[in-house]
């Protein structure tokens, strides 16, 4: 609920005085300029406001560093300012435009997840399909049994539907058209179908894909994350209903 922002962003004269804590931010423990929403007091409930804060500037500080289920190759750490200054310079946009800036951000954000479940899917499928031809059980390959050939083309196509979704999404956006509900359906059926793949293409792989040293247990890792972030699939159903209910 991105409107109960808590951090504070209180005015003294040039500058503003930040307060609060971002937690979960990806590479925060790396950055040097971090883009941070927070809210100023005297706007009430319209003072969403956002600020590029600098890693040197005093009051800012990195927090707890995370350990992550996957996506192992970006950091996560908590972003923690204490009556940290910002000079009014490093506000972006106007005050109290930061909802606006947030929710076109976001929207941008997760046709970018959407692409990147396409992506873990893509992978998990030529990976499936390379090992059904050279793993041979009962006397034939696996690709030669109807219950993994059909169930890899099931995931084709669902693969194909999503990747439509996510270029639909894309197109809208670079063509100045609204895309808000056609971004959160790409996100929405990208990233679970990412995650229902990641466990069937465990199951082609049999005992071998439960190793670690198997490809497939990194995309069911990696998978669960893009039903998270950048908003849940509950969020992208709370976005999609609500547009047939405006
Ligand atoms: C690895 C990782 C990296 C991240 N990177 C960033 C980052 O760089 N920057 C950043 O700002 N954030 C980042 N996040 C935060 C991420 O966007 C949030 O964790 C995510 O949006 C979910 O919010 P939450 O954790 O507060 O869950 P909650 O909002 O507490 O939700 C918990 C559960 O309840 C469900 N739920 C909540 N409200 C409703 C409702 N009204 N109806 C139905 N179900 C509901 C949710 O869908 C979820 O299943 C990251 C998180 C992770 C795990």
Redesign the pocket.
Known sequence: ?VSSVQMTATRDGENYVLNGT???????DVCDVVLLFANVPELGERGMTAFLVEADMPGYSKGKK?D?LG?RA?T?ADQVLEDCRVPSANRLGDEGRGMRIFLELIDHGRIGIAAQANGITGAILERAVDYAKSRKQFGAPLASYQAIGWRLADMYTELEAARLLTYQAAWLADNGQSFRTQAAMAKLYATELAMRTSTLGIQVFGGYGYMMDSPMQRYFRDAK?TE????????Q??VISASLFR
């Open positions: 609920d971002k937690i979960f931010i990806t590479n925060g995370y992550k996506m970006a996560n994350l998270i972030y950048e908003g849940t699939s509950e969020v159903r709370m």
